[in-house]
């Protein structure tokens, strides 16, 4: 069984910044790739960032040179540096990973979700 666990979301200012994690644990055999979704209310889910298992990273426009996305290979993380938060930057912020995982001796590969975390940018 495949989790993926995330962390620090919050309550920021205009400005300020934020640090989410990512974890993922369970029958993995290897990442090929993880990112970060957000949906904000009555808004589609968006991509935010993604990075490729050998480190190439892809952004959204509206978050170019603000979000830096990283990994920890060896402890399977991912994390987004939010920095200049904007109020648009409100939503829920989801971690998913593509992963070759092992059932019965089978090698699959799926998509996995975390269970969201929140960011609210407010004066």
């Known amino acids: 069984q495949v989790q993926l666990v995330e962390s620090g979301g919050g309550l920021v200012q205009p400005g300020g910044s934020l640090r989410l994690s990512c974890a993922a644990s369970?029958?993995?055999?290897?990442?090929?790739?993880m990112g970060w979704y957000r949906q904000a209310p009555g808004k589609q889910r968006e991509l935010v960032a993604t990075?490729?298992?050998?480190?190439?990273?892809s952004y959204a426009d509206s978050v170019k040179g603000r979000f830096t996305i990283f990994r920890d290979n060896a402890k399977n993380t991912v994390s987004l540096q939010m920095n200049s938060l904007k109020l648009e930057d409100t939503a829920v912020y989801y971690c998913?990973?593509?992963?070759?995982?092992?059932?019965?001796?089978?090698?699959?590969?799926?998509?996995?979700w975390g269970q969201g975390t929140q960011v609210t940018v407010s004066s």
């Open positions: 998913n990973a593509l992963l070759e995982v092992v059932r019965a001796g089978v090698l699959y590969e799926n998509a996995y």
């Open positions: 369970g029958s993995i055999f290897s990442i090929k790739a």
């Open positions: 990075i490729t298992s050998g480190g190439s990273t």
